[in-house]
């Protein structure tokens, strides 16, 4: 076990040569120790991926000769339930037992890993019978790590794969917008702290938000927001590097598109509720498994050095 106190990626590989390890090859998974967590090391050219067991997700995604991430994740881990990096749940919010915090077999438990070539399989605890449980899977196609979340049958209920990945509080996330008579600005506003309504005729924008040709670019003020779009990947913006959330393969029959199929959304995190995060987030439609076979729902990041910056 090789220890990875900092982000040093560099050092760490020639640690691991030093030690008498196989030099990393990309897309396949090691074992190292990040923060004090027993974790799992992948990259794929420039770019390395870090999974925490006990916090059972994605914890690091950034450049593979630096050591900046391009996620928000809390330390140490028994800050539960806000534990950043990548999360997944299942919807709508409004079947959980209470609107807030998740089950925490879905946040705040560790997974029993699997490793085959570059697929890392992470299966969740399951102790609470009235929901499904839950599995996680990492890997590399080329450039883009795919981010899997599948569940079981939860009885006579369907549900949908919410995917969130939070973002450092500088981070600027752009999306596009298209004005029609159902959305007069082309995105809605989603009310917090209540059950969740959506809002589509609003006076008053989220803070230093940029509209131009098409798109809107939006970042922290300190107020809490949450924004819901059209189904579309996002581009944000952090320091240097820009990272783009794709949306992938949804797996099951679809039932239903709650919110109003506004299935691409951003959550601008307060400063008096201690949110310092931008969260990115793809839900799936209410999807019901077919057969044996789970539900699941697939998204992607990829990062890279745009040859320019998003609009300030």
Known sequence: MVSLHKFWLRPFALILL????????????????????????????????????????????????????????????????????????????????????????????????????????????????????????????????????????????????????????????RARVSPGPSLPRGFAILKQREKLTLVSDFSRLPGKLREKDGWITVRRDGGEWKMAFPPQALVSQIGDSELILSRGRSIGRVVSEPDLGLLTQIYLGADKDRCPFVEIEQLSPVLEPRGNEPAAFEVSLEARKPSSGLAR
């Open 18 to 173: 030093a030690a008498g390890s196989v030099s990393l090859q990309a897309d396949t998974w090691h074992p190292l120790t990040w923060r004090g967590e027993r974790a799992w090391l992948s990259r794929s050219g420039p770019w390395a991926a870090v999974v925490s067991e006990a916090r059972a997700r994605l914890v690091f995604f950034g450049e593979w000769e630096g050591e900046k991430n391009l996620l928000y994740a809390t330390f140490p881990a028994g800050r539960a339930p806000l534990l950043g990096g990548h999360r997944f749940w299942l919807g709508p919010q409004n079947d959980w037992k209470a609107l807030w915090p998740p089950p925490p077999d879905w946040e705040a438990s560790p997974g029993w890993v699997r490793v085959s070539g570059n697929l890392l399989t992470l299966t969740l605890p399951h102790t609470d019978r009235d929901y499904p449980a839950l599995t996680r899977s990492y890997r590399w196609e080329e450039k883009r790590l795919v981010c899997r979340g599948s569940w079981t049958s939860g009885g006579n209920k369907n549900y949908q794969a919410i995917q969130t990945f939070h973002l450092p509080k500088n981070a600027m996330v």
